[in-house]
């Protein structure tokens, strides 16, 4: 989970874009991400988990607000002694206080360095807070796969012992997308991985897809799959690094560094739905706590740089901004269109690096169709993707923008212009018109 190396940037050229939707399924109801005994628990609720936040009222208290559901604490359960157990207890106190569920860290890397002895550690803790109110699931591990650090066969031992003490919780790990990420799949219920793609690019160059291909491949092993999104500037390591290599200057900071960003609003939209689209059973964000020390960043680096705070390169309200609204649309669409993993995928035809999606729910259909391509376009519907807008009033929902599909003087259905990596959303209703709209 914890980023080791920036991605480079990467310059974008249209042809060697990799076609998303060709993965797109038949236009049937699509259970992708297939529902297991292990994922039960969740029933119809679509989870949005928040990594690493702080034990403290203020923070809870901001991320409830925020619309995360899950929280999360790298190292919580490392002090195994009573006074680790009592603090242990106290985090999901205060997670029940809050209407939170926990997404709780076994340490399973510093455990498994312990063999015999982190496995009894790790069995007590499960079995002494299994049952309390606010237990979500285990977090049994981080990159295990990270030049393979754990090998397989010690995860799956330490899975086995975890669902021996509690069998009906799932266990969830997370993987890079390196070489080995396929090699432990007896180590887990719930599949995660992390790649962050976001760096000192310019919107829309950011290679977004690393993201939603990466995806596509996970979902297709069939246990349910929770990615884990960027939450982050990474302005917060990039600075180390160079401190630690001896180039950072402070009254001269590089290019670079200057140019590091948050993701826009655009691009956590096309991730949550994307990723939704796919098959995912949830959401996961790096980090709470990486996006809010991203506060103290910006205060240092804008005593060198103030450009660099007006220019919003570095945003101390970010996560009360950008994270909030992405949250709070992906969890208001999930909950409407509940269980938001069975929609209906339209085959987009000549239409590559499209996305459609159905959802009928309550005598209404809600559509999402993505550009998952970083460039704008104009996008022509072939008959099954122009089906669910006909004989209907179609509203844009949300934050997308108020266009509509509509029918061109040369008779063919369209949509005039989508932009970079866009996501649109629309409740039908099907009722009130005759056919689309023309122009």
């Known amino acids: 989970m914890k980023p080791k190396n920036l991605m480079p940037t990467v310059l974008w050229i249209a042809l060697v874009l990799l076609p998303l939707c060709a993965w797109a399924g038949d236009p049937t109801e699509s259970t992708s991400g297939t529902t297991t005994n292990a994922f039960d628990r969740f029933g119809d609720h679509y989870p949005v988990i928040l990594m690493a936040v702080p034990a403290t009222d203020d923070d809870f208290a901001r991320v409830k607000e925020i619309g995360a559901d899950y929280v999360h604490l790298y190292g919580m359960s490392s002090d195994a002694s009573q006074k680790g157990m009592d603090w242990m207890r106290a985090y999901l106190d205060m997670a029940q206080k809050y209407g939170l569920k926990v997404m709780f860290d076994l340490d399973g890397q510093s455990r498994m360095e312990k063999g015999d002895i982190g496995i009894e ?21 981080d990159e295990p796969d990270y030049n393979q650090r754990v090998k397989p066969a010690t995860v799956k031992q330490f899975y086995e012992a975890v669902k021996q003490a509690s069998p009906n919780i799932p266990v969830c790990i997370v993987m890079t997308t390196g070489p080995y990420w396929k090699d432990y799949q007896q180590g887990y219920d719930i599949f995660s991985f992390d790649t962050y793609p976001v760096s000192d690019q310019p919107f829309p160059s950011a290679n977004l897809q690393v993201v939603t291909d990466f995806n596509r491949q996970a979902v297709k092993l069939g246990k349910p799959v929770i990615p884990c999104l960027q939450a982050f500037n990474w302005v917060f390591m990039w600075t180390g690094q160079e401190v630690a290599a001896g180039q950072y200057d402070s009254k001269n900071p590089s290019p670079r560094l200057k140019a590091m960003r948050y993701p826009t609003l655009a691009e956590m939209r096309y991730w949550n739905f994307t990723t939704l689209l796919q098959g995912s059973r949830g959401v996961m964000y790096y980090s709470y706590l990486r996006g809010i020390q991203s506060e103290l960043e910006s205060q240092l680096l804008a005593k060198v740089e103030p450009d660099w705070t007006r220019d919003k390169q570095i945003d101390p309200h970010w996560v009360d901004t950008t994270l909030r609204q992405s949250i709070h649309e992906l969890s208001a669409f999930t909950e409407l269109v509940k269980p938001a993993w069975k929609l209906q995928l339209i085959r987009p035809g000549r239409n590559s690096n499209l996305l459609e999606g159905v959802w009928g729910r309550d ?36 934050f997308s923008r108020q266009v509509t599909p509509h029918v061109g003087s040369d008779h063919q259905t369209v949509i005039d212009e989508m932009h970079p990596w866009e996501v649109l959303v629309w409740e039908i209703n099907p009722v009130g018109t005759t056919g689309l709209p023309r122009k």
């Open 121 to 141: 550690e790790m069995r007590r803790i499960v079995t002494e807070f299994k049952d309390h109110p606010a237990m979500g699931f285990w977090y049994l591990d």
């Open 363 to 398: 005598g209404k259909r809600y559509v999402v169709m993505i550009n998952t391509f970083p460039l704008k376009r104009t996008v022509y519907l072939n008959d099954a993707m122009k089906a669910p807008f006909e004989n209907a009033t179609v509203t844009p929902w949300n």
